[in-house]
């Protein structure tokens, strides 16, 4: 089908998630026990072989039709409920060479060889264990309740996000071809805002990545006759030294870029001068121009540095990553936050004013350069335990964000269970934007109206943080618009009193463990924290998405600047056009977090931390893609 299928009302489809999400409390143990036991068997980029086979029995034994070994260790699973859209929901399997330093009491021990044939530590420092969790939550859900939705279920389990290669092996592997073309497609990354927050964007919400190798060539010699060779170390230098203007002297203010050295190798001993030198270079940026700028610059850079040396061999430059932005379609986008809204409550949603500068592969899938590009949505689920985020350095959430383990750190420690309630919620509710009926079918006309995040309602006890006369806890089935809180059926279980016990050690911001305090026994259902930490996104309701984004970028800057903004002439402007497609859009939800400051770090999860220990590079025919180019 090549148009987009219509999106359900919101309410509707939050309607139809707090049916399907009743069946959650029977699940969420099954899920939660996934989550832990992929957290402590992480497997490297294209070496998932037992998380595939788990996502697969998990798939088989909710009645999909599954399929294996797609693309690599890819796993496709497909549930026919009828007509109706075909609604293809994504999840990253791999984690990343990395020392789990957490102190979680299933931290990963797993060590494993590399590409190369190392044997390195292996940990999810990323997530996709929780977004795999999740995705098979979500499937055995929408299993269970095939009266509430028709449509197509397409379960894509991807191998090798880390290395962006694994989408595109699917891709070129019949994905479509042999499963069928989705309408839309829906995918979901932790990242470190508090956890159970979902942020989304509109337009592009993460960047462009490329990466490439380069080989200096020199005369070697003896260190105490340097006039007699051609010193690669001192052109290496020289070149990243030069290379560190590019992004202040030569890419506009208005457009974001990246250009890092990352890795720099040359020589093995004091008294010799070697032959050659060898760098590899990241870079990120919002669009293909500022790319190209940036490739112009380093392949000129580094061809000019090895002449003023007198280099008599040309240098080698290749490019070894290359993956496009990730830029969800304004109109779903906005159709699913507009459902997160109605489902999670305003408190839980929010609307990020500037895209992240982490990448991945997972927009191949909507086949960017098709004349008929598929329509996608991605969006982030915070993940950062309470009390780390609250102790965490910063007067705002973005300069918190700033200051906890992030993606990619070795202390990265999701609040497992409502991080996991969330996603599970997210990416099931949004899949029943589009596979929901508008009109009641099966058990829906017996919802409750209104934001509900049923599962255990709050307990006074167990709600350390609750501000007196608070109106809402989407986690614990909100009152919303008048209505009154559905009764809990069940008093709470202490999530934290299971056989995983609670997460020891968290890591204090700025890396260093800290003192594990008394355990929250009920975070996952303190709304009070979020809605004290995040700006109340409806206290200026009256403002448009637009224009509060603007406030959110700009911060309190006169109309003048705005209008120029608007005007035409800042049009080729990345952030420009992502806004018009914003503006486009009536349906975001109102009200992004008013007035974060301008700085690096706002906008998504940076990477943070060194997530590779690479080998000395091999040959020129090396052309193995590292695993340190994404989010
Ligand atoms: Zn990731
Ligand atoms: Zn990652």
Not at 10 to 19: E, I, K, N, T
Not at 25 to 33: I, S
Not at 118 to 140: I, N, Q, R, S, Y
Request: aromatic share 6%; proline share 11%; charged share 20%.
């Amino acid at each position: 089908m090549e148009t987009v299928p219509h999106a359900v009302d919101p309410d509707r489809a939050a309607q139809h998630g707090s049916v399907v999400m009743r069946l959650l409390d029977e699940l969420f143990p099954l899920v939660e026990g996934f989550y832990v036991d992929l957290h402590k068997n992480p497997e490297l980029s294209h070496a998932e072989q037992r998380t595939a086979s788990g996502v697969a029995e998990w798939l088989t034994r909710t009645g999909y039709e599954v399929h294996k070994g797609i693309g690599g260790t890819g796993v496709v699973g497909i549930l026919r409920n009828g007509p109706g859209p075909t609604v293809m929901l994504r999840a990253d399997m791999d984690a990343l060479p990395l020392e789990e330093k957490t102190g979680l009491p299933y931290a990963s021990t797993t060590r494993a060889p590399d590409e190369d044939g190392v044997e390195v530590p292996v940990m999810h420092a990323c997530g996709h264990d929780a977004h795999t969790a999740c995705l098979v939550g979500a499937a055995d859900l929408l299993s269970e309740t095939r009266d509430e939705w028709a449509g197509t279920v397409m379960i894509v389990a991807q191998p090798a996000e880390e290395t962006l290669d694994g989408a595109q092996a699917m891709l070129a592997d019949g994905l479509y071809d042999r499963f069928g073309r989705p309408d839309v497609i829906l995918g979901q990354h932790l990242g470190p805002q508090p956890a159970g927050l979902i942020s989304h964007r509109a337009g592009i919400i993460l960047g462009a990545s490329r990466a490439y190798r380069v080989r200096v060539h020199g005369e070697g010699g003896h260190a105490s006759q340097p006039h007699t060779t051609v010193d690669p170390v001192v052109i290496a230098a020289n070149i990243v030294t030069r290379l560190q203007g590019v992004v202040s002297r030569e890419i506009s203010p208005s457009e974001m870029a990246v250009l890092t050295v990352g890795r720099i190798q040359a020589g093995t001993k004091a008294n010799i001068i070697p032959d050659e030198a060898y760098l590899e270079i990241n870079t990120r940026a919002l669009n293909d121009n500022v790319a190209d700028q940036l490739e112009s610059a380093i392949e000129r850079i580094v061809r000019a540095e090895a002449a003023a040396s007198g280099a008599a061999r040309e240098p080698d430059i290749e490019m070894f990553v290359s993956c496009g932005v990730t830029r969800n379609d304004a109109t779903c986008s906005a159709e699913v936050a507009a459902a997160h809204h109605a489902y999670f409550g305003e408190d839980y949603v929010i609307h990020l004013p500037d895209p992240s500068p982490g990448t991945e592969d997972f927009n191949y899938f909507g086949l960017p350069g098709d004349p008929q590009p598929i329509p996608y949505v991605f969006w982030f689920v915070g993940a950062t335990p309470h009390d780390v985020w609250e102790a965490a350095p910063g007067d705002t959430p973005y300069e918190k964000m700033g200051n906890v383990p992030s993606n990619h750190s070795p202390f990265f420690a999701p609040a497992r269970e409502p991080t996991l309630r969330a996603g599970l919620a997210a990416i099931t509710v949004a899949a029943l934007s589009y596979l929901g009926a508008d009109g009641a079918r099966g058990g829906a006309s017996s919802a409750p109206a209104g934001a509900a995040f049923p599962g255990p309602a709050p307990d006074a006890v167990h709600e350390p943080r609750a501000v007196a006369g608070d109106p809402v806890d989407p986690f614990g089935g909100a009152p919303a618009r008048g209505e009154t809180a559905p009764q809990p059926a069940a008093p709470l279980s202490d999530p934290l009193s299971d056989p995983f016990g609670p997460p020891q050690g968290l890591p204090a911001p700025g890396g260093r463990p800290a003192q594990a305090g008394p355990p929250e026994p009920n975070d996952a259902y303190d709304s009070a924290f979020l809605a004290s930490s995040w700006p109340d996104p409806a206290q200026d309701p009256a403002k448009s998405t637009y224009d509060a984004d603007m406030d959110a970028v700009m911060g309190a800057q006169d109309d003048e600047l705005r209008d120029e903004w608007r005007s035409d002439k800042a049009e080729e402007s990345t952030l420009s056009t992502d806004m018009a497609s914003i503006l486009d859009d009536d349906g975001v939800p109102q009200g992004p977090p008013q007035g974060p400051p301008a700085g690096p770090s706002y906008g998504g999860p940076p990477p943070r931390g060194s997530a590779h220990h690479a080998p000395p590079p091999h040959g020129p025919d090396d052309d193995l893609p590292d695993a340190e180019y994404r989010l």
